[in-house]
């Protein structure tokens, strides 16, 4: 089985920074995709970026671009996300997710293992 936990989530007013952690346990991640998603109350999941396992291959969602940044610590099995330039619209709890491919995809289905989530909330 694989454990993800999220971390790093809070309040923010409009305008500033937040960096989410994940952490990974329970196996080996070699050649896992990792990704985060949010999700906004009365709203679907949504993909917010992903990377490979090289990290050569990065994917962000396109309201994103240019303000989230996502890396990965494979010594660490960690993925963070740097948010930076928030907005109130960015307000959701933000999942992390792995699965058992090397190619990265942005929809939700074929991601085999998710954490429990961490809230964001940015204040106008």
């Known amino acids: 089985q694989v454990q993800l936990v999220e971390s790093g989530g809070g309040l923010v007013q409009a305008g500033g920074s937040l960096r989410l952690s994940c952490a990974a346990s329970?196996?080996?991640?070699?050649?896992?995709?990792m990704a985060w998603f949010r999700q906004a109350p009365g709203k679907e999941r949504e993909f917010v970026a992903a990377i490979s396992w090289s990290g050569g291959t990065i994917y962000y969602a396109d309201s994103v671009k240019g303000r989230f940044t996502i890396s990965r610590d494979n010594a660490k099995n960690t993925v963070n996300l740097q948010m930076n330039s928030l907005k109130p619209e960015d307000t959701a709890v933000y999942y992390c997710?792995?699965?058992?491919?090397?190619?990265?995809?942005?929809?939700?289905?074929?991601?085999?293992?998710w954490g429990q989530g961490t809230q964001v909330t940015v204040s106008s």
């Open positions: 997710a792995t699965r058992r491919r090397t190619s990265v995809v942005a929809s939700a289905g074929p991601y085999d293992y």
């Open positions: 329970g196996r080996t991640f070699s050649g896992y995709t």
